[in-house]
């Protein structure tokens, strides 16, 4: 765990996280994973709740898996199991926290799951070539420390402010969108816009990804989602569905909303959306420079 500080310790982390097959698909190859890390250990969170910061860290991910047969299925699943099990591992119930650097415990961690997945691939024949994507935010109360491999995506909601793509997709049609060559759009009905060219598994022999830090303040937000959420729906409509729903949507949980909104809109693939809201999410309090 993070040394503590007094900014946001003691602010209410609230959290929710649905998924969904989606119109067309028979298995839901989805899965997301909601952890605490305290002095006593790793333990899994429920779909929603809220707790404290200080007392405890918390983490976020999401996962599609890919594959053929259900190896897309099991593939997700063993993504965001392994998490569990490598936090367990590294967590000193002796010690306050990890001992080392966050970022270079979830790089290790991508490794790992990584080098799993391809010796499965190479043992088991039904799980050969398969893969995953994840998006991955460890909240503590100084940082917002994130990993991401694949399409998968992680925005950032600071309060008062426009949402950010924290994540990039790491296919050759999203390079396309960054170099402004491509509209939002036409990225998210381009035919190829599935290829991916990192993964945990598959086919990827050496995996690069991207990190970073965000210094979060009371009323921010973290939206983690699969690509059925963003190709159904625009970045400007998942960021209208968290700030200003329309009256059909009030009431519902956030998660909700987004996988609700993305089954209306097309629903072709498994839908995957988990939020987290620190403290007074109606906060406008202006922040700068927290994006590191």
């Not at 097959?21 to 899965?31: M, T």
């Not at 998968?152 to 049609?173: F, K, W």
């Not at 949507?249 to 987290?276: C, H, I, P």
Request: aromatic share 6%; charged share 25%; hydrophobic share 35%.
């Amino acid at each position: 765990m993070a040394k503590m500080t007094e900014s946001m310790v003691g602010e209410r982390v609230v959290w929710s996280g649905m998924t969904d097959v989606g119109r067309f698909r028979k298995n839901n190859e989805d899965a997301f994973l909601a952890l605490m890390v305290d002095e006593q250990g790793v333990h899994y969170l429920g779909k929603e709740g809220d707790a404290v910061l200080g007392a405890a860290d918390f983490i976020f991910a999401v996962s599609d898996g890919m594959g053929g047969a259900n190896a897309g299925e099991f593939a997700s699943k063993i993504a965001v199991q392994k998490i569990f099990e490598l936090i367990s591992r590294r967590f000193r119930p002796a010690a306050p926290g990890f001992g080392r650097g966050e970022i270079e415990i979830l790089r290790e961690l991508f490794e790992e799951v990584h080098t799993d997945m391809q010796e499965m691939g190479c043992h088991y024949e039904e799980c050969r070539g398969m893969g995953a994507t994840l998006s991955l935010c460890w909240i503590t109360p100084e940082r917002t420390y994130f990993a991401h491999i694949g399409d998968s995506r992680m925005y950032y909601l600071p309060a008062g402010e426009p949402m950010i793509q924290l994540t990039e997709d790491h296919s050759h049609v999203g390079r396309l969108l960054r170099k402004g060559k491509i509209s939002e759009y036409r990225a998210r009905t381009h035919p190829e816009r599935n290829v991916l060219e990192q993964v945990l598994g598959g086919n990827t022999i050496k995996i690069e990804p991207q990190t970073g830090t965000v210094i979060p303040q009371s009323g921010d937000r973290f939206v983690l989602c699969t690509d059925g959420i963003n190709d159904a729906i625009s970045n400007r409509t998942i960021e209208n569905l968290m700030v200003n729903p329309p009256p059909r949507t009030v009431g519902k949980l956030l998660s909700q909303r987004l996988v609700d909104e993305s089954y209306e809109e097309s629903g072709r693939d498994n839908l995957t959306a988990l939020v987290v809201e620190l403290g007074e999410t109606e906060a406008s309090t202006a922040k700068t420079d927290r994006h590191v």
